[in-house]
């Protein structure tokens, strides 16, 4: 029998399917609840709501479980390439050798940008965020490839986008980074792989060779693995919301790019290097800034911490944290704001007010130490969780044109002033 939900308004029943995922989550299909009953839900932030049905990631936030089309995010990172999860997300399956071949080198062909880009990256002061340069840029392909503005754009058409969005990115990126520190940009070497390729645009300087650490490059496709997706979180929401108005692949993205931006966000790893600057500075107390994190009173909150979905361990903040430690060990590093780091995590999962809310470190607690530590300045920080998020939005993007869904329109609970007349303040 199929299971359905029940709700009573007024003493009257309306019942409601009830659909299971193939991990066994149920949602209530509330599809008709507004026609049937008259009322609209209420659920700010969406905690409760489940805007779609997705095949691409599956994350439970109590186990700690996060899989990429059903291959555990462990595993992954472990032995998978970031070029390779990327195809995973996209298409649904692992590539084959000759597809991976073919798949990689349409993206090589294609890392070039338009010269007039630079035009556009004049403008913007060296004291531009790159993320601001970056969502600019991205969205600026628009102008330069006007047949990805068509709704209806043919597969082909669609698969060029998609290559074009993942050879350009990097592209993008690195000279949003020149273009902060007031170096001339660099254009892509394609003789290297995707990650290499991008560190020697970032980092290379028109007078001395530039020589790529295989630590360095390794450490960084394992993050952009890390990064590539995770469900409907609020950035990938934003591209499926601006994607459901059938607007092009880059100014969904480009908009996803913004709302990662924020610091509750993807903008989260700058700000945990700063605070554990914060607290170095202030002598390394971290009992005295677990207390600030717990008041109330104080604005502070332990930035790297805390989850809407992961209410035990993210799985990649563990995976992260070790990475941080061999990273730093073959480089020879020591930063100690990992110690810091650490101590924190210690503190937290031991306070009452951690355990009674059920947070732990998230993605971002560790990320910023292991990208200092590759030479990538915080600012810099957010662009490289976009490098990496940038497959699983082309994927959401995709799967939501593919399942032709609906565009999205949330209703509201309306609390304004009620019918008055309009009396004019002064005679005209
Ligand atoms: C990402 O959704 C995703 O999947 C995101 C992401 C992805 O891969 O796309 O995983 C990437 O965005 C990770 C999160 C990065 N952000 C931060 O690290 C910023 C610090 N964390 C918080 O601001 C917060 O934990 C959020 C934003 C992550 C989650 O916020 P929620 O789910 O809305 O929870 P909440 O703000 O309602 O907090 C619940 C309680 C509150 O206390 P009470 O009102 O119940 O007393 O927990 C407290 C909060 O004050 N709390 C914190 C805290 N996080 C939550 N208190 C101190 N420090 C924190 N970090």
């Known amino acids: 029998m199929a299971k359905s939900a029940e709700i009573i308004i007024d003493g009257k029943s309306y019942k409601f399917p009830i659909v299971e995922g193939s991990e066994g989550e149920l949602g209530i299909d509330i599809g008709n609840l507004l026609e049937e009953t ?12 489940g805007a779609t049905k997705s095949a691409i990631t599956f994350l ?9 089309r059903g291959y555990s995010i462990e595993e992954l990172a472990a032995k998978s390439s970031f070029l390779e999860v990327s195809y995973l997300l996209i298409f649904g399956e692992l590539p084959t050798q000759e597809q991976l071949k073919k798949f990689t080198n349409d993206i090589k062909n294609h890392t070039m940008v338009h010269e007039d880009i630079k035009k556009i990256l004049d403008g913007f002061p060296s004291t531009s965020h790159p ?12 102008a330069f490839y006007p047949e990805s503005l068509d709704p209806n754009r043919s597969v082909e058409g669609v698969y060029l986008s998609i ?6 990115m990097p592209t993008f990126a690195a000279w949003a980074y020149k273009n902060a520190v007031g170096h001339p940009v660099n254009y892509p070497d394609n003789t290297l792989d995707y990650c ?34 995770h469900e409907q979180n609020c950035s990938t929401s934003t591209v499926r919301i601006v994607g459901s108005s059938k607007a092009s692949i880059y100014s969904s993205i480009s908009a996803g790019i913004n709302a990662l931006w924020g610091p509750l966000h993807g903008g989260a790893n700058q700000e945990v290097i700063l605070m554990l600057e914060q607290i170095k500075k202030d002598g390394g ?13 104080d604005p502070f909150r332990l930035m790297g911490f805390g989850h809407r979905v992961y209410k035990n361990f993210d799985p990649r903040a ?22 810091i780091a650490m101590k924190l995590e210690e503190v ?18 560790y990320s910023g130490i292991i990208y200092r530590a590759l030479g990538i300045p915080v600012d810099m920080f957010t662009v490289m969780f976009a490098m990496g998020r940038l497959p699983g939005w082309i994927a959401q993007w995709k799967e939501l044109r593919e399942n032709k869904e609906p565009i999205g329109r949330p209703r509201q609970i309306y609390t304004g002033k009620n019918l008055r007349e309009y009396v004019p303040i002064t005679k005209r």
Request: aromatic share 10%.
């Open 348 to 365: 937290a999962l031991k306070d009452p007010y951690f355990v009674e809310r059920r947070l732990y470190p998230n993605v971002d607690f």
């Open 38 to 49: 008259g009322a609209v839900t209420l659920d700010f932030g969406y905690k409760n709501t």
């Open 131 to 142: 993320m601001g340069v970056l969502a600019s840029l991205f969205c600026a392909q628009t």
């Open 318 to 339: 563990k995976i992260i944290k070790k990475a941080a430690d061999d990273v730093l060990a073959k480089l020879g590093v020591n930063d100690p704001t990992l110690e």
């Open 285 to 297: 107390d971290t009992d005295k800034w677990i207390a600030k994190a717990k008041d109330k009173n």
């Open 196 to 229: 290499s390729r991008f560190l020697k645009m970032m980092f290379a300087l028109p007078a001395e060779h530039y020589e790529i650490d295989p630590v360095v490059a390794d450490a960084l496709d394992k993050l952009l693995i890390l990064h590539a997706d």
């Open 163 to 168: 290559i074009r969005s993942l050879a350009k």
């Open 60 to 68: 439970d936030g109590d186990k700690g479980i996060l899989r990429y």
